[in-house]
């Protein structure tokens, strides 16, 4: 077994109240975080002196059928899902984990880069150590510090000074068992604040039932939680930190699956409206970006995973309608590629829906050591990437649960859109009466998703059953279907498992073809743009070579309908730079489809997470 174990992508809620007992909300708050992705779970409570503590592998189902999570006693706890990165899924390596005399539990996401060093050290003190993590040297070195003299607080700090890493750290202690310490570096925690109780938790939708009044923790900052209040310091020198609590506008409704059977059939029907909130940012927001973007040598946008295709798709909007060809990059490799091109002159548009992917972020401080300005695109108020940015776009999916994105791309393609045409209202080169006609055909989306959800859904569920045993897909387009091309097929791996692969339809002659044989599923889109006419030539190489072909195309287009053996349908009327958001909604419900007929979860996929806050 591996000691080099790490916390990464897992779910903390801590929680203090006056009085009555806590372990039925840690219960169901750790059920609010199931879809980060874990494999054990464990909590913790403070009664009568004592620790209390149920863990165990497994979901929380699972762990509660057996265990009874409800009925630890006390007013004050602490829980935690854990996803194993490097490490077997254990009890003993499920937190919270604990000092020599079950007085101090922790939770802990995050790596500690230097534990080996600091356990053989606290080992050579006589400290026992009952699992393989990282996580397991907070408490003993708390242990320590406390039997020093320090309070937890104290104690904490020297910690949080000692360890090298990135960290969101959560504490509680017999000895002071009316308070809750916390501290971050890197992974993100968050305050929610309620007459009487007082909640932390690396996600907002944990305490959301309860209560949406929070306070930001930064990094660098230690709090201290009692059921009157709350403190925030600075690690560095101890100053007191005065922050007002802010409104998250997320309702625990939205936080629910609200009669769907699951999170993402639910998310992919809430698109129209999540494009309809976001289209109503606030102007001076989107001007302030239009000004950093123009007023930049040259533009990059970094992103990972969907919000990679949402900045392909994003770079063509800007090319065809703001006059700005932006640089896309995989946040990942950016720091790799960009060698010296990148200078205090550029900016950098950071798209990333959690605002936590630790390669975004990364990538985003390494452009800002260098002076680059940064506009970061996100869905989460607070997020880490907020705190590194100059301007914030905040869009408005509300919480995303699912894991495979949905709604989340579809309000990154809306802000995105309204940043190009608002450079395209600057820089005059194109005809005002095309800039209104643009406006309005985005301003109609929402109708025309809403549409295409209808239209779309009974017909991808069929051919979900025609399709689901294949194993390997093509998925081709052209310009900025590429970007819809490449998401589809993404969504199709992510939650379905079924090979696919996105392609540049051009680019599928030197390659791709060669793996197309009789009934070879290719997904071509097809919008009604420059792009069609190439479009048919390829779907016609395809079809001469076996292929089954599936279009998303515009309803009355007969000509491609005919050539295809099945069709999805796109209303008329998109504005070309706008259709990936109409024409990625039918690969996001076959996705589903597939992922459900082969009896898969399709809000939890394998070996994924919601937000990856790992290099
Ligand atoms: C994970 C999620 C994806 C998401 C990607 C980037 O892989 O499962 O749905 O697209 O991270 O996340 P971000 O929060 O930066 O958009």
Redesign the pocket.
């Known amino acids: 077994m591996s000691l080099i174990e790490a916390e990464i992508m897992c779910g903390i809620i801590g929680v203090v109240q006056e009085r009555g007992e806590v372990a039925p909300f840690l219960h169901q708050a750790l059920k609010r975080l199931e879809y980060r992705g874990y494999d054990s779970v464990g909590v913790t409570t403070i009664a009568n002196e004592h620790l209390y503590i149920k863990k165990e592998k497994g979901k929380i189902d699972e762990v509660h059928k057996k265990l009874n999570l409800d009925d630890l006693p006390g007013s004050i706890g602490i829980g935690h899902t854990r996803w194993a990165t490097h490490g077997i899924p254990s009890m003993l390596n499920s937190h919270p984990h604990f000092d020599c005399n079950d007085e101090i539990a922790v939770v802990h996401n995050g790596v500690i880069d230097n534990f080996l060093e600091l356990r053989s050290e606290l080992s050579a003190r006589g400290h026992v150590f009952n699992s393989d993590t990282d996580t397991e040297v907070i408490p003993h070195m708390i242990e320590e510090y406390m039997n020093e003299g320090m309070d937890l607080k104290a104690a904490l700090r020297r910690v949080a000074l000692r360890i090298e890493g990135t960290y969101a750290i959560v504490v509680m202690t017999t000895r002071e068992p009316d308070k809750i310490c916390a501290v971050r570096d890197g992974n993100p925690l968050v305050i929610g604040t309620q007459e009487g109780v007082h909640y932390i938790s690396s996600d907002i939708p944990a305490f959301l039932p309860m209560t949406n009044n929070m306070v930001l923790l930064l990094d660098g900052e230690i709090a201290s939680l009692s059921a009157s209040g709350v403190q925030i310091e600075k690690l560095s020198d101890g100053s007191r930190v005065q922050r007002e609590s802010i409104k998250v506008s997320w309702t625990a409704d939205q936080a629910q699956k609200g009669g769907f059977p699951h999170f993402m059939l639910k998310e992919i029907h809430e698109q129209p409206e999540a494009i309809r909130n976001t289209l109503r940012l606030r102007r001076d927001s989107i001007v302030k970006a239009t000004e950093i973007i123009q007023s930049a040598d040259k533009v990059y946008m970094i ?6 295709h949402a900045a392909m798709a994003g770079r063509h909007m800007f090319g065809s309608l703001g006059g700005v060809l932006p640089i896309c990059e995989l946040a990942s490799d950016f720091q790799d590629s960009v060698y010296d091109a990148l200078s205090g002159d550029d900016c950098i548009l950071a ?7 630790t390669d ?1 972020i990364a990538a985003t401080k390494y452009a800002k050591h260098l002076g680059a300005k940064v506009i970061a695109v ?1 869905n989460v108020v607070g997020s880490s990437i907020t705190q590194s940015a100059d301007h914030t776009i905040i869009t408005q999916a509300g919480p995303e649960i699912g ?3 949905t709604k ?2 579809m309000v990154q393609l809306t802000a995105l859109a309204q940043i190009a045409l608002t450079l395209a209202e600057s820089n005059r080169k194109m005809d005002r009466d095309i800039i209104l006609r643009k406006r309005e055909g985005l301003a109609r989306l929402p109708e025309i998703v809403s549409e295409v959800i209808t239209r779309n859904e009974e017909r991808s569920r069929m051919l979900a059953g025609v399709f689901y045993d294949k194993p390997s897909f093509l998925f081709l387009g052209r310009g900025v279907s590429v970007a819809t091309a490449n998401e589809g097929a993404l969504k199709l791996k ?1 939650i379905a498992y079924n090979h696919a692969e996105g392609y540049s339809a051009g680019q599928s002659k030197h390659g791709p073809i060669a793996l197309v044989q009789d009934g070879y599923p290719v997904v071509c889109v097809v919008p009604r743009d420059v792009t069609r006419n190439r479009m048919i030539g390829n779907i016609m190489e395809m079809k001469a070579r076996g292929a089954s072909i599936v279009s998303v195309v515009e309803k009355d287009d007969q000509e491609v309908s005919g050539l295809s053996d099945h069709v999805l349908e796109i209303p008329a009327g998109v504005e070309s730079e706008f259709s990936p958001m109409p024409y990625v909604v039918p690969l996001q419900l076959f996705s589903y489809y597939v992922a459900l007929r082969k009896g898969y979860d399709p809000d939890k996929p394998r070996n ?5 806050t790992v290099l």
Not at 351 to 357: A, L, N, P, V
């Open positions: 992103a990972m995973g969907t919000s990679s798209i990333t829906q959690s605002g936590e992917t975004t996100t894991v495979a994105a989340t791309f992510e994924l997470a919601k937000s990856v």
